[in-house]
DNA sequence: TACAGTACACACCTTTTTGTAAGTATGGAA
DNA sequence: TTCCATACTTACAAAAAGGTGTGTACTGTA
């Protein structure tokens, strides 16, 4: 059990050293309606690579933002889930949806 | 004046890419009281280069967030202020904040 | 003359992030 | 025996992000 590490100073900072980088609110996104297994995350981000979704979901475990539960099994089967403070992440992450949609459908009638 | 190109296609990705990286929130977030000049916001982000601030700007600009006034005056004074766009950031920088303020709390009492 | 102040540009370098391709372990099915 | 599925690991390479230092333009001021 890692000691977690928080460098900023700033809560700013803090929430963009945690959700930052191109992945992890993705991974948070699609574990929203409930446990997933690694196979089926990769289904729903189509274009991450494995090694990235491992790397990011060891992150975002390390932040107590995501659990894992192995069960052992051969073939492996693991399961990933949102802790309570990962499922706070879910409303920014709704912010973020409906702004980038605002932002698109402002573009698309530049006349204004 | 630059196409805005927005390759990705999926609204929170659009936002990702607009407001990601390790400066831009910190620069709108500066800007919220109203237009500040170059050397302001370096005052109020310490640790930011000039030259990252100056590409920070730019992008911005690109994503038609900020706008900049030049006064044409000698020595320059050029002025940075939000636009409707980027002004629409700041609830969602707010909510960023207060929950890397809740994550930060949380983690002092790890008793929990 | 030398220097200060302001908003940049540019060259170069280091670090971080992301990607690619291969390999590991295991038991059961073919 | 060979192959499959699954969840990884590792080594390596490429790309993106970030940082440092220097230079430029111009005018006023000492």
Redesign the pocket.
């Known amino acids: 059990m890692e000691p977690i590490k928080v460098t900023a100073k700033c809560p700013i900072r803090t929430t963009l050293e945690l959700l ?4 992890k609110l993705l991974i948070i996104f699609q574990l929203k309606d409930g446990t997933k ?3 089926e995350l990769k289904k729903g981000i189509p ?6 979704l ?5 992150k975002l475990m390390d932040s107590d933002l995501v659990t ?1 539960k ?1 069960y052992g099994e ?5 399961e990933y889930s949102l802790t309570v403070a990962g499922m706070a992440v879910l409303p920014l992450i709704e912010q973020l949806k409906r702004f980038g949609e605002v932002y698109i459908a402002s573009r698309q009638i530049p006349s204004l």
């Open positions: 930052g980088g191109k992945w297994r690694l196979s274009d991450i690579s494995e090694k990235m491992i790397q990011e979901l060891k894992r192995n051969v073939p492996p089967k693991v």
